[in-house]
């Protein structure tokens, strides 16, 4: 009887220690879980943005907001300057998904509200914005350029600039388990359109897993990890995927995929100007920063 509990305990030892190391994949991109930070006055997060050295975090707190933050250590630390996505003072971007910008092209930034209880009903917005003005003015002010209905969306909208065959295009990925896609818009046919659904915005897509909440690329690498949660609203997924390799192939072709055994909502997530530190977020009310060790 002692050898059979014995045994069993081995047993149980090694299954344990086979879910910690089922998804890290020797030679592929991998994360860690470095320590954990409250952040408040964001409502519930929604997404971090690394711009010129300093980090944005982006929420729906009583309106739509951006704040910027400068990394110190492990810890980021306010820089007093806040953006409410307001214009007259009223709600504008309530629900920020998805801060795009690259060098001297168009700004957008993403906004997806969820219209039924159920997720099967959704608006999704991409609004082009003036990002220096904003964080010169604090508001949308003046700085709304113009406010492009995300129509070819299946479920909400979050853009991200990659690069692909040598341009640079605005990625975006649906919310939800059926249908799942990560579509490429030009633009330069964008910030002209008034839908997404217009003639020339859509370059190129595929199929991906579901619950995605954000993008962010790789540049150096050609990946896109998809920002995702294991179930609805809960659990954290980050997939790393072959970009070029899955607009060829029309689905998603996946390098690795990191769970991390944590069960709020995953959010958002950006390196912070190295190649292995960064910066995940959830909605949560505290514990909502962590930072995380990336290796590729």
Sequence with gaps: MKLLKGLAAIAIATI??????????????????????????LGACQGASFLDGKVYLYGDREVGMVREFRQKGDSLHYTGKEIRLTVDGKDVINHPTGIAR??????????????????????????????????KTGSLNGNLIRTIEDDACIQG?????VEYNGKWLVATAD?????NEVRL?????????DKTSAPGVLVKKFTCGPWVQNLHWVPEKGVLVLIQN???????????????KSLEKGEQVVLNAVDIDKADELEGFTFTGTSSDAIAVTSSRKSNVHQVRVSC
């Design 230 to 244: 294991q179930i609805e609203g809960r659990r954290w997924r980050f997939t790393f995927v072959d970009l070029k």
């Design 102 to 135: 690259h060098g001297k092209l168009p700004v957008f930034i993403g906004n997806s509200i969820r219209l039924n209880t159920e997720g099967t009903l959704w608006r999704a917005v991409i609004y082009q914005v003036d990002w220096k003005g904003m964080l």
């Design 175 to 179: 919310y939800g388990d059926k249908r």
């Design 157 to 161: 909208t979050r853009p991200e600039y």
């Design 185 to 193: 818009y030009d633009p330069a046919v964008l910030q002209k359109a």
């Design 16 to 41: 344990a220690v086979a879910a910690t190391v089922a998804f890290v994949v020797p030679g592929k991109p991998d994360l860690s879980l470095v320590s954990s930070h409250t952040i408040d006055s």
